[in-house]
């Protein structure tokens, strides 16, 4: 039935053409495949599309000259104050940062004790591994060791026990900003579930008070619960007792988590088929017991992503610890401009902040994207 | 299994099991005893804390009122809506306060809003670089600290823009410098109310003017372009009678001092910084919002409305926003209370909102930390419980009606 190879050869018209049937496959012609076929289409599609790449085009030129002229061509990396070098270039003056880098990542922490800032730090990661990483052998003993790990962060940064004494006051830069994070969802955790759980309860009351809680948690800005901490906590405690401000903060830090927390596992409760209660009941399982076996297992484990978009959410805001005079990476930053060495470098600053946050927190969101796209081919 | 040998157990020997007990194991009356408990907990707590907070104050010698708002505030603000001198009260200044926030939220909801859309349609338009442009900016303005955003922007105006003398200007007439940005100041002649009035009038008859266009076009089909004749119809009559009524407005245009820019209104760098970090900051969640939202419509019904002659703007309008809308409202009403608490990291560049005012300066100066606080917080949840009750009504209006 087909027609040989040798046939559609010889299938050619004296005139040069073909016979009906027998033309060669020719590749597409550039108008509709290819890179100048898809330029056509994904810029020059229409007048606006064609007005739009243009500016964007322009937009493009413009910032990444400007951004790297002023960022690298012209910048000053070395150098002892601004003068310095304004002497060498007039872009930044990246020396600012590199002379302060330890005071932006450890804060006024004693400089002989800072290994115990790194050491916590690693242990930390060490101790994030069972969380996020499912197929670990012995995740169980793992998981021991990530739960006993914030004792074991606040004897290494407080101190006692054979260890000198670090006043809190003398927290600060990045280490501050991650102890606040970590320390906010750690515990958010455990109070989120069960808030979330009280939420869902056949219990009038302890419902109404979960949805309250939750509800005013959410409903009013982080810094006032941190001038809250600062101004009005210290009231509620025994006369004379002295509470600690970092403390303070970390209380109302971890409770404004909380809130948020337990809306992200409610969704996670909500999502569980209601299949599941009804077996987890009709095994005969109580309350309590449906929950941690059936129920909290599944509800975490799609929780996750909006446990890690919570986190990332938390991580920024402890910035605005500096609102009550605490010095995070942000506050160093703000304080150190006051150097008259170095005046007038605010940008500077802030862009190197700014740059600090935005990889570890866009790296964090590919996680949790990465994670969703995982969990969602269960389905 | 147990549970029932139990029993039997309990009844073969037959001893009264302990009430309590019978109480416990009944379920209506075990939630009635833990919800008891719970209550027995919390009042506990709060008995707890309040009995140390009334310690506290007795040992500072301080006592709970709010008299204080009576007393005189005597301290600047540097931006006031209302009538406002260092003489009047602590009140007052929390009015101005609350004034001033609410000020910020709004104009960044709609500034945000406005852009959020914006990015996000670019971010789904066909063309590449616009689309990757935009999600760079998206990621790169999402991924750093809001309080960030103020002081960058903030810093960039006081200490990059130059000064009054040197302003960036549009026409002589509208001044950008490290003061603010200076716009002119509008002054309204004698018959400006007529053109308020028509104005209202306009509003009135667009929401005529669209319940019948719509009825037309249920009934027989007919389009009529109702965003055009509206608009048309929004901005033409009101100057149409502001033209009749004989131009009553005049502008009092900003002219350069000795230091200083005379004249005009100007919105000062902290409001300008926190204004623009804000909208910058929120539209870029608003555009992942609505990306999200119009990704969420299924392509079936893109392709019946194809299938049924729409075009493209046609689609949009009738099939694919409406539908959009109702998976874009809820995420939206969150991320307009986020702006609106965010807004509250006014502190940090100087702006004098309720935290500022109320729960700063007048804090500080009377030490009534316990009653500043507590107004702060409920202000804060007053305005959360405005913006979704508002939302909570639009979402309900616009939802599906199933039948």
Sequence with gaps: ?379 | MSGVANQASIKLVGIEPNFLLRLWRNKDTRSIILQILTMALLFAFLAYIINNAVLNLAVLGKTFSFDFLGFPASYDINQRLIEYTSQSTHFRAMLVGILNTALVAFFGIITATIVGFLFGIIRLSNNWIASHIVYCIIEFTRNIPVLLHILLIHGIIVHVLPSPRQAHTLADSIFLSNRGLTIPDPIFGEGFSFTVIAFFAAIGIIIGFARWARKVRDESGKIYPVFWISTGILFGLPFLVFLLSGSPLSWVVPELGRFNLKGGITMIPEFLALWLALSLYTSVFIAEIVRAGILAISKGQWEASQAVGLQRNRILQLVVIPQALRVIIPPLTSQYLNLTKNSSLAIAIGYMDIVATIGGISMMQTGKEMESMILVLSIYLCFSLVISAFMNWYNKRIKLVER
């Excluded at chain 1, 910032?63 to 690298?72: D, K, N, R």
């Excluded at chain 1, 670090?166 to 970590?182: A, E, K, Y």
């Excluded at chain 1, 964090?364 to 969703?372: D, Q």
């Design chain 1, 1 to 379: 039935m087909t027609p040989g190879k040798e046939e559609k050869t010889l299938a050619v018209t004296e005139g040069g053409g073909y016979l009906p049937g027998t033309h060669p496959d020719l590749p597409p012609p550039s108008s509709v495949h290819g890179p100048i076929h898809w330029i056509r289409v994904n810029l020059f599609g229409s007048v606006t599309d064609t007005a739009l790449t243009l500016l964007a085009v322009y937009f493009l030129y413009s910032a990444i000259t400007f951004l790297a002229g002023w960022m690298f061509i012209n910048a000053a990396f070395t150098g002892e104050s601004r003068n310095d070098c304004r002497a060498v270039a007039d872009g930044a003056c990246w020396a600012f940062i590199g002379n302060r880098l330890s005071l932006f990542i450890y804060g006024f922490y004693p400089e002989p004790e800072r290994w115990r800032v790194d050491l916590s730090f690693v242990l930390l990661i060490l101790a994030i591994v069972p969380v996020l990483y499912e197929d670990m052998p012995q995740r169980g003993k793992g998981l021991a060791y990530s739960c006993l790990y914030p004792l074991i962060a606040a004897w290494l940064l407080v101190g006692g026990f054979g260890l000198e004494k670090v006043s809190t006051d003398q927290f600060g830069g990045l280490m501050l900003n991650v102890v606040i994070g970590v320390t906010g969802i750690a515990f958010s955790l455990p109070i989120g579930i069960v808030l979330a759980l009280g939420r869902q309860s056949q219990l009038p009351i302890v419902r109404i008070l979960c949805v309250s809680f939750i509800e005013i948690i959410r409903g009013v800005p982080l810094i006032t619960l941190l001038f809250v901490a600062a101004v009005m906590l210290s009231y509620f405690v025994p006369p004379g007792t002295d509470f600690d401000l970092l403390v303070r903060m970390l209380i109302m830090v971890t409770l404004f988590a909380s809130g948020y927390m337990a809306e992200v596992i409610r969704g996670g409760l909500q999502a569980i088929p209601n299949g599941q209660y009804e077996a987890a009941d009709a095994m005969g399982l109580k309350y309590w017991q449906s929950m941690r076996l059936v129920v909290l297992p599944q509800a975490l484990k799609i929780s996750i992503p909006g446990i890690v978009n919570t986190f990332i959410a938390l991580y920024k805001d402890t910035t605005l610890v500096i609102v009550i005079g605490r010095l995070d990476i942000l506050g160093i930053g703000n304080s150190s401009l006051a150097d008259t060495k170095w005046q007038g470098l605010s940008t500077e600053v802030y862009i190197f902040v700014a740059l600090f946050f935005f990889f570890s927190c866009f790296s964090m969101s590919r996680y949790s994207l990465w994670l969703e796209k995982k969990l969602h081919t269960g389905h």
